[in-house]
């Protein structure tokens, strides 16, 4: 079973923020939580990760509470081609049997013109 | 690298079949993941490889599926025989651990079995 919980649906304005939130309010010590997204008939794409730590990349941005039982992943300028499912998904780093990466439901965010 | 290739990109077949589907992992990879995806499902885990060594097989379905991983650069998906509720698209990751973290999927096959 997914550790997280994410809202089905979100929309948002082409050229604003899109901020997707996350709950793993169970995530151990050793896992860190990680961001997928799936464009319509791709496979899923690595975003960014994290441990506990704000992070940025050049997709986007993490920001982890201080508790680590949320999460929110910005794309600080989304465009249609962001338009895709998200996925917040917690793993344990440390390799062998804990290493599976399982998705849960993730939020579908269309981004509108 | 070419990144994970997934072959056939798609398969239709009758009922009672067997299928198999391919898969090459990125070069230096240390774990390889299989997954199928539907819509009333979503996204599941069937069996992953560390080191060519199935690690965990819970997500397999019944017996009617097997995975094999015989080198490094070549794993496969069996279903044999086939049914229509196969029917879905196969999804195969690989990553290593020791280095980048994330898993990096293939293109997906998808099946449709009639």
């Known amino acids: 079973d997914a550790k997280t919980t994410q809202p089905p649906s979100m929309d948002c304005a082409e050229g604003r923020a899109a901020n997707l939130p996350c709950n793993h309010s169970?995530?151990?010590?050793?896992?860190?939580v990680y961001w997928y997204r799936q464009i319509h008939s791709q496979g899923p794409q690595y975003i960014i990760h994290g441990l506990k730590n704000n992070e940025t990349n050049e997709m986007a941005s993490l920001i982890i509470t201080e508790d680590r039982k949320s999460s929110t992943l910005i794309l600080p300028h989304a465009t249609l081609r962001d338009t895709a499912v998200y996925y917040c998904?917690?793993?344990?780093?440390?390799?062998?049997?804990?290493?599976?990466?399982?998705f849960g439901k993730g939020t579908l965010l269309t981004v509108n013109p | 690298d070419a990144g994970v290739i997934q072959s056939p990109r798609h398969e239709v077949t009758e009922m009672g079949q067997e299928v198999t589907l391919r898969c090459k992992p990125i070069?230096?990879?240390?774990?390889l993941f299989w997954y199928r995806q539907t819509m009333m499902r979503g996204l599941e885990l069937l069996i992953y490889?560390?080191?060519?060594?199935?690690?965990?097989d819970s997500g397999m379905p019944e017996d009617r599926f097997s995975a094999k991983m015989p080198n490094a650069s070549f794993s496969t998906l069996k279903i044999q025989p086939s049914e229509p509720r196969d029917s879905a698209v196969y999804f195969c990751a690989s990553s290593s651990w020791q280095g980048a973290p994330e898993a990096f999927f293939g293109q997906g096959t998808r099946l449709t079995v009639v």
């Open positions: 998904i917690v793993r344990a780093n440390s390799g062998g049997s804990n290493y599976k990466l399982t």
């Open positions: 490889f560390n080191n060519n060594v199935p690690i965990d």
């Open positions: 070069s230096g990879h240390d774990y």
């Open positions: 169970t995530i151990s010590g050793n896992e860190y």
